[in-house]
Every structure is written in structure tokens, then in C-alpha cells.
């Protein structure tokens, strides 16, 4: 789970201290996460998926899938978002 949450939070361009002050942990506790030291709680873990877009089973290992959040977007909008990846599925 360590390598997936620095992975995530690499991809999106934040540093150690602003995801524990998005989450409510001391920085300290998101580069354990990260390490692998120790693991979040539910709660925590919850608000790590939620920001940075994933299931939690993703984080935990159980699903490979990650998902994109749609919601609030419209049809047309989510139409253009399926297109362009299966457009980069079909790349190789």
C-alpha cells in the first residue's frame, strides 16, 4: 500500500504536508503510510481514496482497477472521457 499512496500523491503533485493536512494526520503518519511502517486507519484510509480518487480496495491491494470519479460530469462530458481511453488502450 506504501508505494501506491507515493505514487498517488506524486501524480498529483502534492508534498507529505498538504495530504496530512487534507486528512487530519501528522505529517509524520503520511511518510509511515508511505514507508510502509504503519497503515492508516478506516477513517483515514477512507479519506486518502476519496482524495486521491480511488477505491479503497485499490489501496488495499484487492483491485488492480482504478477508477475516475465522474460524477458532476455530464454525459457528453464522460462520453469524450471513454473515447479517449479506449483511444489510449488501443495504442499498443
Known amino acids: 500500500m506504501g508505494e ?4 498517488l500523491r506524486t501524480e ?5 504536508t498538504q495530504v496530512a493536512n487534507r486528512v487530519g494526520v501528522v ?10 511502517m504503519r497503515y492508516p486507519s478506516y477513517k483515514v484510509l477512507i479519506k486518502l481514496a476519496a482524495l486521491y ?14 477508477s475516475i470519479d465522474v ?3 455530464s454525459e ?3 462520453a469524450v472521457l471513454q473515447k ?9
Open 53 to 66: 480518487h480511488v477505491s479503497t480496495d485499490f489501496l488495499l491491494g484487492v483491485s488492480n482497477t482504478r
Open 27 to 36: 505529517v509524520s503518519a503520511v511518510s509511515a503510510y508511505e514507508s510502509g
Open 76 to 78: 457528453e462530458d464522460i
Open 84 to 92: 479517449l481511453s479506449d483511444t489510449i488502450r488501443n495504442k499498443g
Open 4 to 7: 501506491k499512496l507515493k505514487t
Open 12 to 16: 498529483m503533485g502534492l508534498t507529505q
Open 71 to 73: 460524477s458532476g460530469l
